[in-house]
């Protein structure tokens, strides 16, 4: 048995090494009369007889059309790609063609030092939630995205929301210092707003924003405006406060630098959240009629009118548009104008405001959508809560009391602990393992799946929270975090499958196939544990850690 098993193996390993060999050969069959034969490799190649077409039988079940010379057999790698899950790519320096092959698509980061709750969360400064497809747009209203993950017609989902926060946090910490520029502030810089002649434009003291701003009114007439012209590019994120009278819209022209495309951003008083139509792209600010401020991605909110209209994805029109005029219309206020390259502070607050706003009495952000986790177990009905949603809620919120000084952050993530205690009958998120180890459930499920990176970011979030309060005897942040330590510590093992890590524990929860983590979530483990192993010494974190991370270049555990 075993002696048969090796031999498969070399001969495996032989037939993967012969793959770059062929993808040369072939890519050089075409054109080796007119390419100077240099290398000792197209040397060999061109000495060697022509190969000739031989059928690869796979495990006797199908057929794989492979070549053959006198000493080695080439299968192609498209079919190799398939059978071993695994990547490859030609790349080119200097002109001179190299075949790339790697084992994962994903990347590990190493934390270059000790964990710090005040800093970036984990590696979140590299992500870009409000470009991903699954998110709709990001409100109006509320200055958060919308997500269509388990439901197209759109629902907050906490989680993304949490992390659309915590990467502008990180994004803050880790980019250059934003290029601001002022367009009115009503004080240093008056832009020169045009008005047309059936409107009007005055600039008064506002004893509530203390500060001139402009008031504005202008006629039924689509013509009526009060107007800003200018001429921007590279810069796309716009702020400014506004006060609207119904029916009242601000809208921002971004002209295509060659081709003669002009799109309207309208940012219009009403609680619908986006609409589209040609080139006209609406989001509801709300109806309310009190100061706000907007401060919005004028590229992301074109983007995703864009993907309202089925219109093709484009490539980087960030560098593509101009904008090229502001315009009110209706009736209302409006003052601190301006453009940057980021507002990534607004978002977080944003962010951080939408926790506070929406947290129910037992500090829970539900999610209203249904999710059917595993064919195995009921789905989990609109209204669930996830340990996950609910510790990178506290995560977030512990950063915005730390930079605000705002108690009602620091009150906000201690009443986000309490469903962490709750068992999923009672509507929280604690599993227990075999009546020992405590889980918290990013899927709260019956029987439950001990979904392994939920549960670490939930832990994430009690040392977050833990670390920023500061020594709190009576703070169960501490307790709730060294006991999922305790569990994750005890369970970790059973999560390793040799070459890579399980999701979760449904091989042994529901007795079904495992699940194993994609690369990308292998990845997010192995991110995890290098972090977590940077502040606990237990050696199985870092162990575990370094082994997983060998998994992603194709190193497997040892058999006997
Ligand atoms: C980060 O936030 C601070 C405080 O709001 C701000 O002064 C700074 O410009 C921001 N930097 C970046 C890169 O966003
Ligand atoms: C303001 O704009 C108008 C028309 O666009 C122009 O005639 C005028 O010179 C501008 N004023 C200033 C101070 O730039
Ligand atoms: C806008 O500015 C760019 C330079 O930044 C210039 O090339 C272009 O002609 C300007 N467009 C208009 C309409 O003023
Ligand atoms: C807003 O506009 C709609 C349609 O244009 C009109 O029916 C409505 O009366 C307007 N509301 C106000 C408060 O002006
Ligand atoms: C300690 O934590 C408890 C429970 O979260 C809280 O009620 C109390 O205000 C905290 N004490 C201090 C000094 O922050």
């Known amino acids: 048995m075993m002696l048969v098993r090796l031999n498969m193996r070399v001969a495996l390993a032989a037939l993967c090494a012969a793959v770059m060999l062929l993808m040369l050969y072939w890519s050089r069959c075409g054109d080796l009369a007119k390419r100077p034969v240099g290398s000792a490799l197209s040397n060999a190649i061109s000495e060697r007889a022509p190969s000739e077409d031989i059928e690869c039988s796979i495990n006797g079940e199908y057929s794989v059309a492979c070549r053959r010379d006198a000493a080695e057999v080439y299968v192609p790698f498209s079919f190799i790609r398939k059978y071993f899950e695994i990547y490859g790519k030609i790349t080119s320096t200097d002109g001179v063609e190299k075949f790339e092959w790697s084992h994962s698509y994903s990347k590990v980061y190493h934390p270059k030092k000790k964990y710090d709750p005040r800093g970036t969360f984990t590696t979140f400064e590299n992500y870009n939630v409000e470009v991903r497809d699954r998110v709709k747009c990001i409100s109006g209203i509320e200055g958060v995205p919308v997500s269509t993950q388990w439901e197209p017609r759109g629902f907050f989902y906490p989680t993304q929301i949490a992390q659309f926060g915590l990467a502008h946090y990180s994004k803050n910490i880790t980019e250059p210092e934003p290029r601001v520029r002022i367009l009115d502030d009503g004080q240093k810089y008056m832009g020169n707003w045009t008005v047309s002649k059936d409107a009007t434009m005055t600039r008064e003291y506002d004893a509530e924003m203390k500060a001139n701003v402009i008031r504005f009114s202008t006629s039924d007439q689509a013509s009526s405006q009060v107007a800003l012209k200018v001429n921007i590019s590279q810069d796309f994120v716009l702020s400014l406060d506004v006060l609207f009278k119904p029916n009242s819209s601000l809208t921002v022209v971004l002209q295509h630098k060659d081709k003669k495309e002009t799109v309207y951003l309208h940012y219009v008083t009403s609680t619908q959240l986006i609409y589209a139509q040609d080139d006209?792209?609406?989001?509801?600010?709300?109806?309310?009629?009190?100061?706000?401020?907007?401060?919005?991605?004028?590229?992301?909110?074109?983007?995703?009118?864009?993907?309202?209209?089925?219109?093709?994805?484009?490539?980087?029109?960030?560098?593509?548009?101009?904008?090229?005029?502001?315009?009110?219309?209706?009736?209302?206020?409006?003052?601190?104008?301006?453009?940057?390259?980021?507002?990534?502070?607004?978002?977080?607050?944003?962010?951080?405001?939408?926790?506070?706003?929406?947290?129910?009495?037992?500090?829970?952000?539900?999610?209203?959508?249904?999710?059917?986790?595993?064919?195995?177990?009921?789905?989990?009905?609109?209204?669930?809560?996830?340990?996950?949603?609910?510790?990178?809620?506290?995560?977030?919120?512990?950063?915005?009391?730390?930079?605000?000084g705002d108690a009602a952050y620091l009150r906000a993530a201690r009443r986000a602990l309490a469903l962490l205690a709750v068992p999923p009958a009672q509507g929280g998120v604690r599993a227990t393992w075999m009546d020992r180890y405590v889980w918290y459930e990013e899927y709260p499920t019956k029987p439950p799946l001990f979904v392994l990176n939920g549960f670490i970011y939930a832990l994430l979030g009690l040392y977050d929270l833990h670390v920023i309060e500061g020594e709190n005897a009576s703070s169960p942040a501490k307790k709730m975090f060294d006991d999922g330590m305790t569990s994750l510590k005890t369970l970790l093992p059973l999560f390793d499958t040799g070459s890579g890590s399980f999701y979760d524990l449904r091989h042994f929860t529901l007795g079904v196939s495992p699940n194993i983590a994609r690369w990308d979530y292998h990845a997010t483990h192995v991110n995890q544990l290098y972090l977590l192993a940077g502040l606990d010494p237990d050696p199985v974190l870092i162990n575990t850690a370094k082994r997983w991370e060998g998994y992603m270049q194709g190193k497997r555990a040892a058999h006997n």
């Open 280 to 404: 006209h792209i609406y989001y509801g600010i709300g109806v309310e009629q009190k100061w706000r401020r907007l401060t919005r991605d004028l590229i992301i909110d074109m983007q995703k009118g864009w993907a309202l209209l089925d219109q093709p994805k484009r490539k980087s029109p960030r560098n593509k548009f101009r904008i090229s005029s502001l315009s009110l219309s209706g009736a209302g206020a409006a003052c601190g104008v301006r453009v940057s390259s980021s507002e990534h502070m607004a978002h977080f607050f944003a962010a951080a405001r939408w926790l506070v706003r929406r947290q129910r009495a037992r500090g829970g952000w539900p999610v209203p959508a249904r999710r059917r986790v595993a064919p195995q177990v009921p789905d989990l009905a609109p209204g669930w809560h996830s340990a996950m949603s609910q510790g990178h809620g506290v995560s977030l919120l512990a950063r915005a009391y730390q930079r605000s």
